[in-house]
């Protein structure tokens, strides 16, 4: 399974962005999206899952802010950050969550500038 993330830049404090998560390859019919960040010098935090039911979760720190999706094909799930903030500078990055293993993209990078 592959997973390509895209759409991260440089955007001002406050400002938004939409990331999109691409997965191919030999995937189940069924699984599951979590996005995820690293920042330089911190552990990789857990922001979002969207489960293949389309059930979603979000962490604390996001929640209100940042939407998860799938697009108009399965395979393409997107995050939606609104309201970004200094601090949320980092790499961010999609996970595949399904069998026969999770798969993570490269990531993308995000920078907020204050």
């Known amino acids: 399974v592959q997973v390509v993330e895209s759409g991260g830049g440089l955007v001002q404090s406050g400002g938004s962005l939409k990331l999109s998560c691409e997965v191919s390859g030999r995937t189940l019919s069924a699984y599951d999206i979590g996005w995820y960040r690293q920042a330089p010098g911190k552990e990789r935090e857990y922001l979002a899952r969207?489960?293949?039911?389309?059930?979603?979760q979000y962490e604390d720190a996001v929640k209100g802010r940042f939407t998860i999706f799938r697009g108009t094909t399965k395979n393409v799930v997107y995050l939606q950050m609104n309201n970004l903030k200094p601090e949320e500078t980092a790499v961010y990055y999609c996970k595949y969550i399904g069998g026969p293993g999770d798969s993570w993209g490269r990531g993308t990078q995000v920078t907020v500038s204050s």
């Open positions: 969207l489960w293949d039911n389309g059930l979603t």
